[in-house]
């Protein structure tokens, strides 16, 4: 291995724009700078947290999230959290690897606390490691696309709007970090009648109270943990709520929730919309709506790269990607971080982090072009022979993976804990929907994690 000299280390340390000051962007600005390396990242919003910064006010927001405005296609509202919204996983398992999620007096301590918790770990965070001074906020990029230049040195052009003043701005970068998240462009089901049906159609990115659908009749498309979360918040105040899902093989936990609320009932997909109201499901039965709710998920959406047909998103497939991070053809002067799903995310998000710094300063080598289109051939065969949709390419929900990813950088595998304490709260949401946030048999494997040094550290 070569040994890197200061002088070295100097030269190789590079000029590095991070897009998104939400978890993945905010860890990889620490990366980065760690690495030697000069970083801006740029922050639509008047504050970090990404998603997790709330935005109560939707009213400007297309229903469906198709009201794009004229600029690079882009929403006018990035966050899609629900005022009501609580963590799924417990927060002992959610923090970076160096900065655990504790709960602190006088703020929200319960394990499963709710969103505003969590920004302001992540406030924390960034305060603890002087993050903020390396961040243009209400800054939107318009685009980034490559410099046009003749010799080997790859650099991008990256321009950018001051929301506030209209000033644009455009800045030469030697690379481009990815980290703009995949939780604001609403994916929509295809349906017959979607288009002209006239009652009210909204996804779940804009929804944030129960109150406007009080002694209303709601479908709810989408029997996803935002689904089923939405539809037992609505059951309170609709007259009906309709759950449409596209297996009626629920959980127990579900099960439970719909015996328990007579008003809450469950179907099949839909087959159709009426122009008379009615929809109408896959099995002949139908209901007069006064709303239909999609709990459908997000898509990736990169409006402002240019990349000249060598990163697509085709059915929410992002790629090539090595690793899902890399594009071959682009690396590693351009990466991405944040966009698998149905992992730890944050200590995920640092280890990619970790290895952008290091390949960008050197420290660390990629395989060839070739090698990692090859790579991510073979991996797309693995997902069509095993029968996964093709968009849902970067759901992981594989612990080995994570770790097998962390050596790259020489980054620690998931603590057994963590992996448990994971999988203890998924089981529990399956089996009790709605207490699991607040009723929990995990006790010793808590002890073990809090026992552990991912806490004891702390203080030390």
């Given amino acids: 291995m070569v040994s890197v000299t200061p002088e070295t280390s100097r030269s190789r340390s590079k000029k590095v724009c991070v897009i998104g000051a939400g978890p993945a962007g905010l860890v990889s600005a620490r990366e980065l700078r760690k690495e030697g390396h000069k970083v801006v990242v740029m922050e639509q919003n008047g504050d970090v947290g990404g998603q ?8 400007e927001e ?3 999230g198709r009201s794009i405005s004229s600029i690079n296609g882009e929403l006018k509202v990035h966050s899609s959290i629900y005022s009501s919204l609580r963590l799924t996983s417990p927060r002992e398992i959610m ?3 160096d900065f655990p999620f504790v ?8 394990r499963f606390p709710g969103h505003k918790e969590l920004w302001l770990y992540l406030k924390d965070f960034c305060e603890a490691f002087g993050l903020r001074e390396m961040i243009r906020f209400n800054v939107k990029v318009e685009f980034v696309r490559e410099e046009d230049e003749d010799d080997d040195i790859r650099r991008w052009i990256v321009r950018s709007k001051e929301k506030l003043s209209g000033k644009v701005l455009e800045d030469i970068f030697d690379a481009v970090v990815v980290a703009t998240g995949h939780y604001s462009h609403p994916r929509l089901p295809s349906i017959k009648g979607v288009d002209s049906w006239k009652r009210k159609q909204i996804h779940s990115h804009i929804y944030r109270v129960p109150d406007p659908f009080r002694n209303e009749v709601v479908v709810v498309v989408g029997n996803s943990m935002s689904g089923q979360d939405i539809s037992m918040e609505l059951v309170e105040v609709a007259k009906e709520v309709h759950l449409s899902s596209k297996t009626l093989d629920i959980s127990s936990g579900l099960s439970k929730v719909i015996s328990k609320h007579p008003n809450l009932l469950i179907h099949p997909q839909i087959e159709s919309l009426e122009n008379d109201g009615r929809v109408i499901f896959v099995d002949g039965s139908w209901v007069v709506a006064d709303t239909i709710l999609y709990c459908t998920g997000y ?3 990169f409006p402002f790269l240019e990349s000249k047909g060598r990163i697509e998103v085709d059915d929410d497939r992002v790629g090539p990607l090595f690793e899902h991070t890399f594009p071959p053809c682009l690396s590693p002067s351009l990466s991405f971080v944040g966009i698998p799903r149905k ?3 944050f200590q995920f998000f640092e280890a990619q982090a970790k290895w952008i710094a290091q390949v960008l300063s050197g420290k660390s080598a990629l395989p060839s072009s070739d090698q990692m289109l090859q790579s ?3 991996f797309y065969r693995s997902r069509d022979l095993a029968g996964v949709p093709k968009h849902n390419t970067h759901d992981i929900a594989d612990f080995t993976y994570c770790d097998k990813y962390a050596d790259y950088v020489g980054f620690p595998h998931l603590e057994e804990w963590r992996k448990l304490l994971c999988l203890s709260a998924l089981n529990n949401s399956q089996e009790n929907l709605e207490t699991y946030r607040d009723s929990w048999d995990d006790h010793e494997l808590l002890q073990e994690a809090l026992q552990s040094s991912h806490f004891t550290n702390l203080n030390s």
Avoid: C, F, H, T
């Avoid at 997790?52 to 009213?59: A, D, K, M, S, T």
């Avoid at 709960?103 to 319960?110: E, F, L, P």
């Fill in 52 to 59: 997790w910064l709330y935005q109560p006010n939707v009213e």
């Fill in 62 to 64: 297309d229903p469906l």
């Fill in 95 to 97: 923090g970076y690897s």
């Fill in 343 to 345: 992992l730890i995310g």
């Fill in 376 to 378: 991510v051939a073979e």
């Fill in 299 to 301: 898509s990736y959406k």
């Fill in 103 to 110: 709960a602190k007096k006088g703020r929200d301590m319960r």
